[in-house]
Structures are given as structure tokens and as C-alpha cells.
């Protein structure tokens, strides 16, 4: 079919989406031009903030005017950066919100570079003036900060190093700005034909649904047709991915960190071997993974199973159909457990216009959560009502705005903001709840047994698959790090090993998928997606406490919610009731992986 074929289902161009079905955003600005006045007000500050420089090792009341001031901008900042994002996100291709980004960019990379004397005048403050300070009221507010600021003393260079440093900002993102501008605006993927005879047109947002065809041709043509921009592109592709990941590079040498991994966990206090054992732990249990493969390649009643047929719905025949609203009440039915609160006010954001609810032109793919400490928690979501995957992804982002909301209202804005660590926790956690829910619901073996495979796939998709993921970037990160340059062939090279390794033999790799590796956004956030295995490892363990507990669990993970970092990671975890510092919490959720699988079986196979 030519791509140029129109397709029965057009996307609508943002101009055409009922405002019902967006978010408001007046919470942050109730226009773009009250936006550029705060914009402007926000630049005429940068003279004031570099009045501070040279005078922080005078006193403690010196150095406690700089902060707060330092946080008064940025929490302005955050409020003007949000906004930028969302409307930017809304149609990639308008013009106007682009600039907007742009010209925040600017400002705040300006802001960084006058501000860069921050981390060596606090460094430069004796060590013992500094703790006797930090005892001191006026300096309460900061104390956290602060000291986690002299955790960073081996990595913090000098003044001038960090200004220059800081004037990278303006292109620091380039590479990803351009992988977002060509897959979400510029590549056109043509129109394929589902398995009732639509003419759908194909799109970042839409491939996934597609892939839930029970057509198994519908299927594999739109693999084939959606990569065909993929291949048409490679090239440009690597380079853009191979310049982020010689960033992270460059930026944990010059910043004296041993590579771009211990770079990336340094921040959040991680050690190395939490994510080494996390690859471990999956390498350990991947002939499961593999069993599984074999097991849906028979309920399919495949010959050979690709990567394109895992992920179309078992045990029920037609995909069942969910409205917004129809989600909605799944969801908070779902989270019950969590308390009237909770779910009150969930109820109310996801019905009033917390979200962005459907796909339209231009707009960014996949679903993210975002807000400030000062506005409404914001849900990008491309929302189909085919299947129930679209109602996870809800549950889940909704796990992070109330994640948002619980933080701000109980820290400080300085401590207000999760580390993505532990926001992967409360997605995951809401998304385990809502399984149970349907688990409850089912009303036949085969509906029960889609469930069961959902779940199944949850864990896959999650652990299994984002662990691939993280050890891709650790072994991408290790090859540029040893000087082999990353170039697309290097690239599909690494990427096919692991597709071999974590598929097993009994899945047919069609080369097309060793460009898979080109499309994923969060590559270009380094070591990130670790977090999701861990996440989910956590969540399942948690609900597991709450679920079976009492109002100690309840509370117990209530005041995680409410922790923003006030705390490490690791000790919030351990707070809530896990610690992922132990090998248990990844292996007994793999083991839960296994046990789902034999439970399909049996249900579907006697």
C-alpha cells in the first residue's frame, strides 16, 4: 500500500481535539503570554542572583540568603520549564512552543553559567566551619542539600571549569531533541490495513495497538512497514544515539567519575552492584523467559514465533474495549486499598483535565506524568480504548502524579522531588493493584487466563525487557568508553547479541528488530531504564504488604509516597518494607514469573 494512501482512521490535528479531552495547564500559566512575562521577569533576576558570588564563605546568613534565593529561581524555573514541555509535547511540530523551549533554554542555560560559583564556594568553605554551620537555624533548610553537596566534592571542578561546564547546556540535548523532532514529527509511517478491514494510519503512538491484532499477517505487516522508516533512517539514527552516549561519556570523565554508569548512579546513591545484580538475576532466569516464548508461540499456534507476536492478547478472542471513563473507574475501583483520599482525589483529576487524553498529529508519543511543586500533576497519555494495556499505562502514570501531589504536600520544595528511582515504585505499585482487580473480575478461565498472561507480560515487558535494555547502554556505554566507536553497525552488532541471548532460539529475529535500539526515547537519558526492573521488583513486593497487611503496611507506604528525598533511595525503599540492596526482591518476582506461566498453562492446556 503507498504510504501516501489516506487511512480510515486519520489522526485529528491538535486544533480539532475537544478541550475536554486536554489538559489545562493554568495551573502553571493560563497562557503562553503570561508565560513570556514570567519569562521576562525570570531573566531580569540573573543580575541580582550574580551579586551573591564571592560572598558565601562569609557567614552562614550570607550563605542561607544565596540558597533561598537559589530556590525561589528555581522553583520559578520549574514552573516555566514545565509549561514549555507540555505545550511543546502537544504538536511537535508547531513552531511557537518550540521556540518556547528554546528560549528557556537559554535563559536557563545563562542562569547556570552565572550560578556555576555555587558548588566551588560551598566546596571551598572548610570542612569544620561548614559542619558547625550546618547546626546552626538559619541553615536548617539546607542541611540535606548541603551535605549532599560535600558528597559531590571529588566530582565538583573549579569556578571557571564549572562555567563552562554550565554554557554547554544550550546543545547539551541536541541529540535528543533531534531523535525526538525526526520520529515524532518528520517520519510518515504510511497506512496499514488491521484485521477488521480499517485502513489505520501508523504512527509511534499507534504501532503498539497494532500489535495487538489477532491477525498475524496485520501484524507482521506492520512491523515490516513501521521499520521501513527505521531502515530509511539508521544512519542518522546512530549517529544521534552514538553523540548522546559520547556525552555521557565525556561528561563522567570530566566530571573524574570511573565510567558513565558509576557516573549515572552516583546521584541517587546507588551502588554498582544493585544494577549488576539485577542483570544477573534475569540472565539467571532467562530458560522461564524462554519457556514462555514457546508457551504463547503454541497457544498462538505459530510454526515459528517473531517478536511481533508477543504481544497481542491470549485467552480471550477479541481484545475487550475500554472507554476514558471506563478506565478511570477501573483504576480507582482498583486502588480502593489506599485509602478514600486517594482515590477521591485520583477520581477527580483523571475525570477533570489532569490529562491529555488521545493521540492527535505531532504529538509526542508513549505517556509520561509531569507537574511542579506549585501546579497540577499533568498525564500525557495517546489513549486507545482497544485491549487494556492503555489502562495500565493510565494506572501508572497515575501512580507518579499522586506520587507528585503526596511528596509536595508533605517536603519542603527543596526535598519535594522524587528521584525517578523510586517513582518507578508507585507506577509499578498501582499497576500490581489493578491486576489483582481484574484477576477478581474475571468471569470465564479464558478471561482470567488473559489477565494472567498481562500480567505475565508485565513482568517481561518491565523486568525482562528493561534489563536488556540497561545492559545494552552498559555494554554501548563500555565499547565508546574503550575507544570502539559506536557506529550503526557496532550498534545493531550489541543489540542483536542481546535480542539472541534474552529471546532465546525458539523466537525468529527478524534483522529489521536489531533497529529497535533506535527508537527507544529513554536511551537518551542514560541508565535509566534499570529503574523500571528494580521499580516493579519493589512494587510487587509492596503491594504484596499492603494487600495482605494491615494499617501499619498501609501507612508504611503512604509515608514512602510522602518521602520526596528526604531520604536515599534505598532507605525509603527499606522504610516502606524492601530492600533491594538483597538479591530476594528481583528473584521472588521472577519466581512470581514463573508461577504465572504454569498457572496459563494450565488454564489454557489442561
Given at each position: 500500500?503507498?504510504?501516501?494512501?489516506?487511512?480510515?482512521?486519520?489522526?485529528?490535528?491538535?486544533?480539532e481535539v475537544p478541550i475536554g479531552d486536554t489538559w489545562d495547564l493554568s495551573s502553571l500559566f493560563a497562557s503562553d503570554s503570561d508565560w513570556e512575562r514570567a519569562l521576562a521577569a525570570w531573566e531580569a533576576r540573573i543580575p541580582a542572583f550574580e551579586a551573591f558570588a564571592g560572598t558565601l564563605a562569609t557567614s552562614p546568613e550570607a550563605l542561607a540568603a544565596c540558597l533561598d534565593d537559589d530556590l525561589r529561581v528555581e522553583r520559578d524555573g520549574d514552573r516555566l520549564a514545565t509549561y514549555a514541555h507540555l505545550r511543546a509535547s502537544e504538536d511537535q511540530?508547531?513552531?511557537?512552543?518550540?521556540?518556547?523551549?528554546?528560549?528557556?533554554?537559554?535563559?536557563?542555560?545563562?542562569?547556570?553559567?552565572?550560578?556555576?560559583?555555587?558548588?566551588?564556594e560551598i566546596l571551598a568553605i572548610p570542612a569544620a566551619t561548614l559542619d558547625a554551620w550546618l547546626r546552626l537555624p538559619v541553615l536548617a533548610p539546607h542541611r540535606i542539600s548541603l551535605e549532599r553537596i560535600v558528597r559531590t566534592r571529588p566530582h565538583v571542578l573549579s569556578e571557571r571549569e564549572e562555567r563552562i561546564l554550565a554554557m554547554q547546556g544550550t546543545f547539551a540535548g541536541t541529540a535528543a531533541k533531534v531523535f525526538r523532532q525526526l520520529t515524532d514529527a518528520d517520519m510518515k509511517f504510511g497506512t496499514v490495513v488491521d484485521g477488521r478491514g480499517r485502513r489505520v494510519e501508523l504512527s509511534n503512538a499507534t504501532f503498539t495497538t497494532i500489535l495487538l491484532d489477532p491477525d498475524g499477517g496485520v501484524r507482521r505487516n506492520a512491523f515490516l512497514r513501521f521499520y521501513e522508516q527505521y531502515e530509511a533512517h539508521a544512519n542518522t539514527l546512530a549517529a544521534t544515539l552514538s553523540g548522546s552516549m559520547e556525552r555521557d561519556v565525556y561528561a563522567a570523565r570530566v566530571r573524574n567519575h570511573a565510567s558513565a554508569v558509576d557516573a549515572a548512579l552516583f546521584a541517587d546513591n546507588i551502588p554498582l552492584a544493585v544494577y549488576d545484580q539485577l542483570i544477573a538475576a534475569v540472565r539467571a532466569h532467562l530458560p522461564t523467559v524462554h519457556r514462555y516464548y514457546d508457551l504463547r508461540r503454541r497457544l498462538l499456534g505459530l510454526e515459528k514465533i517473531h517478536q511481533y507476536d508477543c504481544y497481542v492478547p491470549l485467552g480471550v478472542d477479541e481484545p475487550q474495549r475500554h472507554t476514558w471513563d471506563d478506565a478511570v473507574g477501573l483504576v480507582v475501583g482498583a486502588l480502593q486499598p489506599l485509602g478514600p483520599d486517594y482515590c477521591r482525589r485520583l477520581d477527580a483529576g483523571l475525570r477533570g483535565r489532569w490529562c491529555d487524553r488521545y493521540p492527535n498529529a505531532g504529538k509526542q508519543s508513549g505517556a509520561f506524568s509531569s507537574g511542579t511543586y506549585d501546579s497540577d500533576p499533568y498525564i500525557l497519555m495517546n489513549y486507545q480504548?482497544?485491549?487494556?494495556e492503555h489502562v495500565f499505562t493510565l494506572a501508572h502514570e497515575a501512580g507518579h502524579s499522586m506520587h507528585t501531589r503526596f511528596s509536595a504536600e508533605a517536603q519542603p520544595y527543596q526535598l519535594a522531588g522524587y528521584t525517578i528511582f523510586v517513582a518507578e515504585v508507585a507506577s509499578t505499585f498501582n499497576e500490581q493493584f489493578l491486576a489483582r482487580a481484574l484477576l477478581e473480575r474475571a468471569q470465564s478461565p479464558r478471561e482470567r487466563a488473559a489477565i494472567l498472561a498481562r500480567e505475565i507480560d508485565g513482568i517481561r515487558n518491565t523486568i525482562v525487557r528493561q534489563t536488556m535494555f540497561a545492559e545494552f547502554e552498559r555494554l554501548a556505554h563500555a565499547s565508546a568508553e574503550?575507544?570502539?566507536?559506536?557506529?550503526?553497525?557496532?550498534?545493531?552488532?550489541?543489540?542483536r547479541g542481546l535480542l539472541d541471548a534474552y529471546f532465546g532460539p525458539g523466537v525468529e529475529i527478524d534483522p529489521q528488530l536489531e533497529l529497535e535500539c533506535l527508537r527507544i526515547p529513554h536511551f537518551y537519558n542514560a541508565f535509566y531504564v534499570y529503574k523500571y526492573a528494580t521499580g516493579l521488583s519493589a512494587a510487587i513486593a509492596l503491594a504484596d504488604r499492603v494487600a495482605t497487611g494491615g494499617q501499619a503496611e498501609l501507612d508504611a507506604y503512604l509515608g514512602f509516597l510522602r518521602g520526596g528525598c528526604s531520604r536515599w533511595p534505598l532507605e525509603l525503599l527499606r522504610d516502606a518494607g524492601v530492600d533491594l540492596e538483597r538479591p530476594e526482591p528481583v528473584a521472588t518476582a521472577l519466581g512470581r514469573f514463573g508461577q504465572l506461566v504454569d498457572e496459563l498453562e494450565r488454564t489454557l492446556l489442561g
Open positions: 500500500m503507498a504510504n501516501d494512501e489516506q487511512a480510515d482512521e486519520v489522526l485529528r490535528t491538535r486544533g511540530a508547531a513552531p511557537d512552543p518550540q521556540q518556547m523551549m528554546g528560549r528557556y533554554r537559554h535563559v536557563a542555560t545563562s542562569f547556570a553559567a552565572k550560578a556555576s560559583f555555587l558548588l566551588p480504548d482497544e485491549g487494556v574503550a575507544g570502539q566507536p559506536l557506529t550503526l553497525e557496532r550498534i545493531r552488532g550489541i543489540y
